[in-house]
């Protein structure tokens, strides 16, 4: 093993997807230099080179298991210094409050995340909207100054994402909308800030487009 690879630390503390997300990881940086680490461990975190913060399940769930896996004060390290890559609940964690358990956030970017009150409503085909909202949609690429986030780099605008959620995060300032979709009204399907990126879809799951973004991720320079 190449001891001087640049390493990508994808954050194990119980409640990820990790094995399809380390294995996307991994595909991405491949011929990259970088060396793609599942880890538990809160020093690997702390000298890793860049971090994957995926979640999935309830946030109450999640944010428990980040604090008692020991692994929480080096997530935040890692925000405050490295490009950090938040996946799916991973992303409502870096938000200031759920309304899922009513559970505090990471509060790394202004915002909260609400569930989606779509009872009774229909789609545009004349169903009804299913809460979680589960399947492909399209992502519209913010534009903030007339240019979106690097890490969209060479990614249609428009593409289809994979989605999977019942909550959806509302960030407080419109600038830390990277991404926008559609389910009952526009929501922030990515979201940005500084050294931070992170999606509400799974790019794991998102066949070339997913796997674009990751491989962006490793060569983002924030």
């Known amino acids: 093993m190449n ?3 640049k390493t990508v ?3 194990d503390y119980g409640m990820g997807n990790l094995r399809s997300v380390s294995q996307a990881v991994q595909v991405a940086a491949q011929d990259s230099g970088f060396r793609v680490m599942v880890t538990a461990h809160p020093d690997e975190v702390r000298v890793a080179d860049r971090v994957v913060l995926p979640g999935q399940g309830a946030m109450p769930d999640c944010m428990r298991e980040l604090r008692e896996s020991g692994l929480l004060e080096s997530v935040l390290e890692a925000a405050a210094s490295k490009p950090l890559f938040g996946v799916c609940v991973g ?4 938000l200031d409050h759920s309304a899922e358990g009513d559970t505090p956030g990471l509060g790394l ?3 909260e995340v609400l569930k989606f009150d779509l009872a009774g409503r229909t789609q545009p085909d004349g169903s009804r909207y299913k809460v979680p909202q ?5 992502v ?3 534009r903030h100054g007339g240019v979106a986030h690097p890490v969209w780099a ?3 605008d428009d593409s289809y994402f994979y989605f999977v959620h019942s909550f959806y995060a509302r960030p407080a300032n419109p600038l830390h909308c990277a991404g926008e979709a559609d389910y009952g009204g ?3 399907a990515a979201i940005a800030r500084d050294n931070i990126f992170a999606t509400q879809f799974h790019p794991e799951k998102s066949a070339e487009h997913g796997l674009a973004l990751y491989r962006n991720f490793l060569h983002w320079k924030p």
């Open 3 to 5: 001891s001087e690879a």
């Open 9 to 11: 630390a994808v954050v």
């Open 91 to 94: 992303m409502q964690m870096l």
């Open 109 to 111: 970017i202004p915002g």
């Open 134 to 138: 589960m399947g492909w949609n399209r």
């Open 140 to 142: 519209r690429q913010a």
């Open 154 to 156: 060479g990614v249609p």
């Open 186 to 188: 526009p929501f922030a």
